[in-house]
């Protein structure tokens, strides 16, 4: 018997979508109603969904299984016709993106805390895409949190749980539930971009690479796409269980946290590459032999070696970045003769631009590289187009590299982040900074061309977003950028990004906390950040 049941409820305060989605830790989202009012107000914001066809799945993490019973109980109550799961409750960000676009979907709901680490104890999260791929759009993650401040029921199926491992359909009161494979659809999007016979070839000429996975949802996707179909040695996976708990550890892939790769591709008789992605699989950190690929230069090498894949043959449009991203893709852009967009952080900022045709490549700082093949910033898309890149040009990831700097220059770059600081103290460091008038001022010997908080329009849409960052740009084109964190479930996180433009050659081979060190100074005075916020040193440097 299944019986639509409507249950009364009251709003929960702050069920506001962050950076990417809903992020709060577990027993937040554990609580009775609370998921299921945050999902009836995504329903009741997303236009009629009576007939519509939703796809849903996460990263695996604790409570996963959990909430997709719950949310498939909800999709039946309000009248979706299908709803396509992913086995297992699996499904990586970007592959989410291939199949809501593939099958033309009305949008998805994402399970997933991305990079934050997972189990009973940490993060969970939940996002709702559009039927374009991609994240909502600010006016409708608005909408939502609206919704749910005034919310006073939802509706829900009262029905046993589903069998999400078996692949095939079930019935769940009128609705069609379609449990399908993760990875299928996905991996033949990447077959049709990339060279997948030249990367194969380099396998088999003894091209040496490994993946960290970090017991995250890319596990699956990796196996499948380099070990079986691309022919690597079984065991390049590293990591490729997904786990609940992503085995006790940060899915994060950066120095800091993916350091099990970062040991395998140290030293001699280390493999040729290296790769790692994220909790949800959008992320990627690439090396090559004792060699680091920043996210901003790795968008920029991309972007200058396109055509050497099939998929990015004919060229590309255009080429966007985040703002705090390092100005390196610019300089690509400039030399290709397409336009360069500056957007604010948060992948959803791409999406009009892309569906406008006005960019191909998009890319952050913060580990994320993307293309107009999905509506996400996708990690196994970036190691296959790295794949076939260095099967192309048959040189080392440093060589490709540091030719890319000998040809544009060296945008040297890093990100300093300043994890669970006082909220309060963050918010009075960011007011203090957007109060500072320092235009013509000389900041130990640096003059400040303009500072400002930065503020975006959009090209297409017009929507405008305020307060994305405060900005200190140096007549020299050097840069310091301070923003605090959206996506965290802790107290603020501030992150401070330094950039400066390094044209000589015989520099390039400079540590960039050596090179960047008067900017980092620069940056903490002017901030006051010991004096603020306790911390006379950053978490993590990226
Ligand atoms: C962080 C990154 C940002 C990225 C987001 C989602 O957001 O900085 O570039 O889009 O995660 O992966 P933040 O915590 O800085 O708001
Ligand atoms: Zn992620």
Redesign the pocket.
Known sequence: MTAVTTVATTPFAGQKPG??GLRKKVAVFAQPHYLENFVQAVFDSIGAVAGKTLVVGGDGRYHNRTAIQVILKMAAANGFARVMVGRGGILSTPAASCVIRKYQTFGGIILSA?HNPGGPTEDFGIKYNIPAGGPAPEAITEAIFARSQVIDRYRILEAGNLDLDRLGTARLGEMTVEVFDPVADYAALMESLFDFAAIRAAFQAGFRMKFDAMHAVTGPYAVEILERRLGATPGTVMNGVPLEDFGGGHPDPNLVHAHDLVEALTGEGAPDFGAASDGDGDRNMVLGRDFYVTPSDSLAVLAANATLCPGYAKGLKGIAR?MPTSAAPDRVAAKLGIPAWETP???KFFGTLLDAGKATLCG?E?F?TGSDHVREKDGLWAVLMWLNVLAGRKQSVADIVTAHWREFGRNVYSRHDYEGIDSAAADGLMEHLRGLDLKGKSLDGYTVAFNDDFAYTDPVDGSVSVRQGIRVVFEDGSRIVFRL????TEGA?L?VYIERYEPDPAKHGLDPQAALADLIKIARDLAGIEARTGRAEPTVIT
């Open positions: 950076t990417s991305s985040s952080t948060g992948w952050e913060s994320g964190s959206g996506t965290g996180t992150r």
